[in-house]
């Protein structure tokens, strides 16, 4: 893989940036870049230690600090410590302000592009990550994937096509999320990134379950019930396996509640009636 040259420029034009700024310290890149995994589509992600009395200008000025870089049509301050932008050029852009002496590099991924003062430390040291802790994934995700199955009956009752799609997009995500834990996996990429973490089997599972979701209420009612029996067959046992105690009364009180109302609406009223993928 690698960056094209609008990346390239604005990369080159953050370093002459951050070395002439006075109130910059260092400058690194951390990401997809930082990884040596870019394409044309990567985000610039990249991070700044300034002065510490010089923070919150960082923060306030009326405009993004980077203009001279390249001309932006957005320019957020989110999170409190982040420059989300937008260049001209359709350039995806995260510039996170740090505001001390020194910064702590250690086990991270970094591509350091200046740092005249030595300011940056650990740099290169692979550290000690703490093992990721699938259990508290689990215990984010399962549940409220069975929170939004549950709000299938209403969308597709009240004829929210639009919503119903909305959510199957965002069940996926979940499911996709729980799927990765399964094979033990530490997603270190954005979210536009998920067919490099899944088993191809499991990616076309997940990809045949969505085809169903045309906007009708019978397609989608099918749609999300796919994704759910997908749930049903694999998280118990990811679950089991990374020691999470499965919430199954949450999940039977779901499907009861779904399939009863799906039947009220002359709509498939249980999963076995729904043409499961991969089975």
Same mark, same amino acid.
């Given at each position: 893989m690698s960056i094209t040259p609008i990346q390239q420029t604005y990369i080159d034009g953050l370093v002459r940036f951050a070395e002439t700024d006075p109130r910059v310290r260092a400058l690194w890149l951390e990401g997809s870049i930082a990884t040596g995994r870019a394409d044309r589509y990567s985000d610039v992600d990249a991070h700044l230690? *300034?002065?510490p009395a010089a923070l919150e200008a960082f923060r306030h000025e009326g405009a993004p600090p980077f203009e001279s870089i390249r001309p932006t049509v957005l320019g957020d301050f989110l999170f409190g410590s982040m420059w989300n932008l937008l260049t001209v050029d359709g350039l995806r852009v995260d510039i996170w302000v740090h505001g001390s002496e020194t910064?702590?590099?250690?086990?991270? @991924? @970094?591509d350091? #592009? $200046?740092? =005249?003062?030595?300011?940056l430390i650990g740099v290169g040291a692979p550290g000690n990550p703490s093992t990721p802790d699938f259990v508290a994934m689990l215990q984010r995700t399962i549940p409220e994937f069975w929170r939004m199955i549950s709000m299938?009956?209403? *969308?597709? /009752? #009240? #004829?929210?096509?639009?919503?119903?799609?909305? /959510?199957? @997009?965002?069940?996926?995500?979940?499911? /996709?999320e729980v799927l990765i834990v399964g094979e033990g996996i530490v997603r270190d990429r954005g979210v536009k990134n998920l067919n490099a973490y899944l088993? =191809?089997?499991? #990616?076309?599972?997940?990809?045949?379950?969505?085809?169903?979701g045309a906007l009708s209420q019978e397609s989608l009612a099918t749609a999300h019930l796919r994704l759910a029996t997908i749930m049903m067959r694999r998280g118990r046992e990811i679950a089991a396996r990374h020691g999470? =105690? $499965?919430?199954? @009364?949450?999940?039977?009180?779901?499907?009861?509640?779904?399939?009863?109302e799906l039947e009220q609406l002359g709509l498939a009223s249980t999963l076995s009636d729904v043409d499961q993928p991969g089975m």
């Open positions: 230690l *300034v002065e910064h702590d590099l250690t086990g991270k @991924a @970094a350091v #592009r $200046y740092d =005249d003062v030595g300011a299938t009956p209403a *969308v597709i /009752g #009240r #004829r929210e096509f639009v919503v119903s799609n909305i /959510g199957l @997009a965002l069940e996926a995500n979940l499911l /996709g088993p =191809d089997n499991v #990616r076309v599972e997940l990809e045949r379950a969505l085809e169903a999470y =105690d $499965y919430p199954q @009364a949450l999940e039977e009180t779901v499907i009861r509640y779904v399939s009863a």
